[in-house]
Nanobody, 123 residues
Framework: QVQLVESGGGLVQAGDSLRLSCVASGRALNVYAMAWFRQAPGKEREFVAAIRSNDFSAYGSDSLKGRFTISRDNAKNTVTLQMNTLQVEDTAVYYC????????????????WGQGIQVTVSS
């Protein structure tokens, strides 16, 4: 079992930056692909970015490339999401997720989830 806890969310203004962190416990992260998803009110959960466990190769949503960056530190069992130039449309609950093996984009393919953290961007 892997437990994931997100932190770093909050209320910011459009154009600001925010860094989300996800700390894992229970098992070492170095065998898991990690990802961030988000879910806005009334919308489906959306893939944001993912990062491999071994070579740290990252893959991100085309619509968010250039603004959002995922990284990981296996020694600290931590995954981060750096979000720059935030927009009102980025308002959502952000979730950290983990799965053994390679990265994928469908949310249903991830086995472990954090409880989510709110990010609100005001205009």
């Amino acid at each position: 079992q892997v437990q994931l806890v997100e932190s770093g969310g909050g209320l910011v203004q459009a154009g600001d930056s925010l860094r989300l962190s996800c700390v894992a416990s229970g098992r070492a992260l170095n065998v898991y692909a990690m990802a961030w998803f988000r879910q806005a009110p009334g919308k489906e959960r959306e893939f944001v970015a993912a990062i491999r466990s071994n070579d740290f190769s990252a893959y991100g949503s085309d619509s968010l490339k250039g603004r959002f960056t995922i990284s990981r530190d296996n020694a600290k069992n931590t995954v981060t999401l750096q979000m720059n130039t935030l927009q009102v449309e980025d308002t959502a609950v952000y979730y950290c997720a983990a799965r053994p093996g390679s990265i994928t984009t469908p949310s249903g393919s991830y086995d472990y989830w954090g409880q989510g953290i709110q990010v609100t961007v005001s205009s």
